[in-house]
C-alpha cells in the first residue's frame, strides 16, 4: 500500500521577516565572494539594505496584528515575536552601522562577519517566536554559534580568542544544562509544546515533584547563563572586553534580549504552575546581579569592563519586571529593553569612536578631557550615562521607573527600594567617566573618528534615547499591547492603565 | 526488558561526568568532549523518555541534538585551533590575559 504523506503546508506570508532574512544571509555570502577585499563594507550596507525589508515586513505584519501558530506550534507569530523581531533588526542595522569604521581598524574588514551577524539575527528572531521546546533550543544554539565566531573575529588578537574560548565553553556548558532541564520536562509531560506542557503543569500537582523542580532550576540556570545574570556571570567581563567593540555592543543588547523572549515564553506559559518557586530564585538572582553588577563596576578601570558589568545590572532590573508578575512588570520588561538597546549600544559605540590603530580606547583615562575637543561627542555620552543610570528626561528613566511601579504595584517594595539604591550606586560610576570628561585637563592630543555611518548611528540613539523619555506614550502602549497575547497563558488579568 | 529508570539514570550519570569534567578538567580540548558527554548524556534521557511514552518528539529533538552538537564540535574546535596558534598552549589555567 502506498501511503502518500500529507505535510500541511501553513501560510508562509507570516513568516515572511525570517524568510526574506534567510535568503539574503545566502546571497550576501555568495556576493561576498565578488567582492574585491578593499570594498567589504559594501556587504555591509547590502546587509543593511536586506535588514530594512525584514524590519518593513515584521512592522507591517505587527500592524495587521497577527496572531498565528505555525507548524504544528512550533512558531508563533503575535504582537510579543513581532515586537522583539524589530527590536533585534533594529539592534543588528546600529550594530552595522558602528562596524563599518572598526573593522578596518583591526583589519578583520571581511564579508563573513555580516552574514555571521545576520545568521545571529535569525536565531534571535525564531528564537522569540519559538514555542516549542524544540525550536528555542535550536534558534538559541543559532544564534549562540554565530555569536561564538564574532567574539574571536580578531584572530590575531590573543584577547579576542581568549573571550571566543571563555565564551565557547561556558555558553556550550550552560545549553547543556538547560538542554536536560528541557528533556526533565518533557519526559514529565510528554510533549514538547510549551502550552502542552502548561496545561499538563495546570492539570497536576507538582509544586512537590523532585523532577519538576529540578528541571526549573535546570533552566533557571541555563537562562541566566545567558542573560548574564549573578552568579552565572563570570564570563560576561571577560568576553566584553576581548571581543571585537562593535559584538560587544551586539552581544550585551541582542542574545540578552532574545533570552529574555525565550525565558518569558517558558516560564510564563509552560511552567507557570510552579510560579511561587521560580519567583523566588528569580528575586534573588534581580538583587545579586543589581548589586554585584553596580559595585564590582566601580572598581573598574576598562570602559568596556565597567560596561560589562553594567550590564549584568540592567539585567538584574529587568529581572524585577518579571519578579513582579502583573501586566505592568511584563509590558516594562518589552520597554525596557527598547531602551536598553539604544543607550547601551550608544555607550559602546563611544568606544569605537575614539578606537585607533594603536590603541582601542577602551579605557575610562581614554576620555580624560573629551568635552574640550568635541563637546557634542561628550555631551551624547553623558546622555547616554543618563540613561543607564535612569535619570530623566531619557528613555532609562521611563523604563526604571515602570519597572519600580509594577515591582510596587505588586507588593515588592523591598526590591523596589534595593534597585533604586542600586540606580544610585551607579550614578557613581558612571559620573566618573564625565568627570573625566568634563572636569580634567586633556593630556595629549585625541583623535576622533568623523565617520559618517557612525557619526549618523550616534546621531539616531541619542535622539532615541532623549525621545523614548520625552514622549513615551506610544512605546508603552506597544509594549502593553504586544504582552497580551502571553497574559492569558501567565494567569494575568489584563487591564487597562 | 530493562527497566526505564535504568536509562535514565545512565543519562543523569553521563551527564554529571560530563559536568564534572568540565569542571575540574585544564584542557580545552578535553573539556569540549565533556560538554559532549554532557549532551549525550541528555540524548540518553530523552530517548529514554520517548520509548516510554510512545512519542516520537523526544527522538526527533536527539536528532536535532546531535546534529547541533556537530556544529558545536567544529566551532569548538576551530576556536581551539586558533586559540593554540597564538598562545602555544591549551591549559585553560594559562589562558589569563582578560583579568583585572
Request: glycine share 6%; hydrophobic share 30%.
Given at each position: 500500500m502506498v501511503q502518500t504523506l500529507n505535510i500541511p503546508l501553513p501560510d508562509l506570508s507570516a513568516i515572511a521577516p525570517e524568510l526574506i532574512l534567510t535568503a539574503w544571509v545566502c546571497g550576501v555570502l555568495l556576493i561576498d565572494l565578488f567582492i574585491p577585499k578593499d570594498r567589504k563594507h559594501y556587504v555591509g550596507i547590502l546587509s543593511l539594505v536586506g535588514l530594512t525589508l525584514t524590519f518593513l515586513c515584521s512592522g507591517y505584519l505587527y500592524l495587521r496584528g497577527e496572531n498565528l501558530s505555525l507548524f504544528g506550534g512550533m512558531l508563533a507569530v503575535d504582537g510579543f515575536a513581532l515586537y522583539f523581531k524589530m527590536v533585534f533588526v533594529v539592534v543588528v542595522m546600529l550594530t552595522i552601522a558602528i562596524s563599518l569604521r572598526y573593522l578596518p581598524l583591526e583589519e578583520i574588514n571581511l564579508g563573513e562577519y555580516y552574514g555571521i551577524l545576520l545568521f545571529a539575527t535569525l536565531g534571535m528572531m525564531v528564537m522569540a517566536a519559538s514555542t516549542d521546546l524544540i525550536t528555542i533550543y535550536l534558534s538559541l544554539e543559532l544564534m549562540s554559534l554565530s555569536i561564538y565566531i564574532l567574539a574571536g573575529f580578531i584572530k590575531k588578537d590573543p584577547k579576542s580568542i581568549e573571550a571566543a574560548l571563555k565564551y565557547f565553553l561556558l555558553g556550550a556548558f550552560s545549553s547543556g544544562i538547560l538542554l536536560y532541564g528541557m528533556a526533565l520536562l518533557y519526559g514529565l509531560s510528554?510533549?514538547?509544546n510549551l502550552s502542552g506542557i502548561g496545561s499538563y503543569f495546570a492539570q497536576h500537582d507538582l509544586s512537590h515533584e523532585p523532577t519538576a523542580i529540578l528541571a526549573m532550576i535546570l533552566l533557571i540556570a541555563g537562562f541566566a547563563f545567558k542573560i548574564a545574570a549573578v552568579p552565572f556571570h563570570m564570563w560576561v567581563p571577560d568576553v566584553y572586553e576581548g571581543a571585537p567593540t562593535p559584538v560587544t555592543a551586539f552581544m550585551s543588547v541582542g542574545p540578552k534580549a532574545a533570552a529574555f523572549a525565550a525565558l518569558m515564553r517558558i516560564f510564563l506559559v509552560a511552567i507557570v504552575a510552579v510560579r511561587p518557586h521560580w519567583n523566588s530564585i528569580f528575586w534573588g538572582l534581580a538583587v545579586l546581579s543589581m548589586t554585584i553588577g553596580n559595585v564590582v563596576a566601580?572598581?573598574?578601570?576598562s570602559l568596556k569592563r565597567m560596561l560589562a558589568y553594567s550590564s549584568i545590572a540592567h539585567a538584574g532590573y529587568v529581572l524585577i519586571g518579571i519578579v513582579a508578575g502583573n501586566q505592568i512588570g511584563y509590558a516594562s520588561v518589552l520597554l525596557y529593553v527598547l531602551v536598553y538597546v539604544f543607550m547601551n549600544l550608544g555607550a559602546f559605540s563611544m568606544i569605537i569612536l575614539l578606537c585607533t590603530k594603536s590603541g582601542r580606547g577602551d579605557q575610562i583615562k581614554d576620555f580624560t578631557g573629551l568635552a574640550r575637543v568635541n563637546p557634542w561627542a561628550a555631551a551624547a555620552f553623558v546622555v547616554f550615562f543618563l540613561s543607564l543610570a535612569g535619570i530623566?528626561?531619557?528613555g532609562g528613566f521611563v523604563g526604571k521607573l515602570y519597572i519600580f511601579a509594577a515591582a510596587i504595584q505588586a507588593n515588592y517594595v523591598g526590591l523596589a527600594i534595593i534597585g533604586v539604591l542600586n540606580s544610585a550606586i551607579s550614578l557613581y560610576y558612571y559620573f566618573r567617566v564625565v568627570m573625566a570628561m568634563y572636569?580634567?585637563?586633556?593630556p595629549g592630543p585625541l583623535h576622533l573618528s568623523t565617520h559618517p555611518v557612525l557619526v549618523f548611528a550616534l546621531t539616531v540613539m541619542v535622539l532615541a534615547t532623549l525621545f523614548l523619555g520625552l514622549y513615551p506614550g506610544p512605546f508603552i502602549d506597544a509594549a502593553m499591547s504586544s504582552m497580551a497575547p502571553l497574559l492569558p497563558k501567565a494567569g494575568v488579568l489584563a487591564s487597562h492603565f | 526488558m530493562v527497566p526505564i529508570t535504568y536509562y535514565l539514570w545512565l543519562g543523569a550519570i553521563l551527564f554529571m561526568i560530563g559536568a564534572v569534567g568540565v569542571l575540574t578538567r585544564r584542557n580545552a580540548i578535553i573539556i569540549l568532549m565533556c560538554i559532549e558527554l554532557m549532551l549525550n548524556g541528555v540524548n540518553v534521557t530523552l530517548i529514554a523518555f520517548a520509548q516510554r511514552l510512545a512519542d516520537l518528539g523526544g527522538q526527533v529533538f536527539a536528532i536535532f541534538v546531535i546534529t547541533v552538537a556537530a556544529g558545536e564540535a567544529a566551532v569548538g574546535l576551530a576556536i581551539i585551533i586558533s586559540l593554540f596558534r597564538n598562545r602555544?598552549?591549551?591549559n585553560v589555567d594559562e589562558i589569563n590575559l582578560l583579568k583585572w
Open positions: 510528554g510533549t514538547t566601580i572598581a573598574q578601570t530623566p528626561p531619557t572636569m580634567e585637563e586633556l | 602555544s598552549t591549551l
